[in-house]
């Protein structure tokens, strides 16, 4: 019988990793079909999500960026991806910019998710310029990345209300919720390979 050849997928995470997890149990429940995740690899020794990854039978790899250049840094993620034979890269809580040489690598292969409606409220606190600008709605979105910030072209959106009461944590939460299934959502959508991708937009085949 052939061996069955699945989409290799890598996480990259900085942080505590709870969207690593959400995909990784849509992966685990069968949401993301004839998909595995073969790396979570982390940029920060100490991320709380690399003990998570373990902890559900993860391979793990650290790539520490301390006292190195982006490029030098992005150079030998892309080799331990390339070692994997990973056929897209998911960040989810990344906090890193990537250089051109990861980007020409993955070209319209590596997937982010941001915690606002793009292109409202691009870069660091989403949710707090959410606030701040006194929006009723946000949102978050998965899209591809490319050399402009959280600008590339956008996969898939989900809208959510920001309520009077609202502190930047209890918007945090609420759109962090729906990330979680978005992402995987998106995830199933790039990997089932049912897409094209027309200008700027991601349109279903
Ligand atoms: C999420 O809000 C995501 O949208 C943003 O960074 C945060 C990561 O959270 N890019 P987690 O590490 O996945 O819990």
Request: proline content about 4%; overall charge negative.
């Amino acid at each position: 019988m052939p061996r069955e050849v699945k989409t290799k997928i890598a996480i990259l995470i900085s942080g505590r990793g709870s969207n690593m997890l959400a995909l990784a149990d849509a992966v685990r429940e069968g949401r993301v079909p004839e998909t595995e995740i073969a790396v979570v690899v982390s940029d920060q020794p100490n991320a709380a999500g690399l003990g998570i990854a373990q902890s559900r039978n993860l391979k793990t790899v650290v790539v520490e960026r301390r006292g190195r250049s982006r490029d030098e840094h992005d150079r030998e993620l892309v080799t331990v991806l390339q070692e994997q034979r990973i056929d897209f890269v998911c960040l989810a809580g990344f906090m890193r910019l990537l250089s051109a040489h990861f980007l020409s690598a993955y070209r319209n292969r590596i997937l982010n998710i941001h915690p606002s409606l793009l292109p409202a409220f691009p870069g660091l606190d989403a949710q707090k310029q959410a606030l701040e600008h006194g929006v009723k709605f946000s949102g978050c979105t998965v899209h591809f990345v490319d050399q402009t910030l959280d600008g590339g072209p956008i996969i898939a959106q989900r809208i959510v209300p920001v309520l009077d009461e609202d502190n930047e944590e209890t918007l945090s939460e609420r759109i962090l919720e729906e990330e979680h299934s978005l992402y995987a959502e998106a995830l199933a959508v790039v990997t089932s390979g049912n897409y094209e991708i027309v200008g700027r937009r991601v349109v279903r085949k």
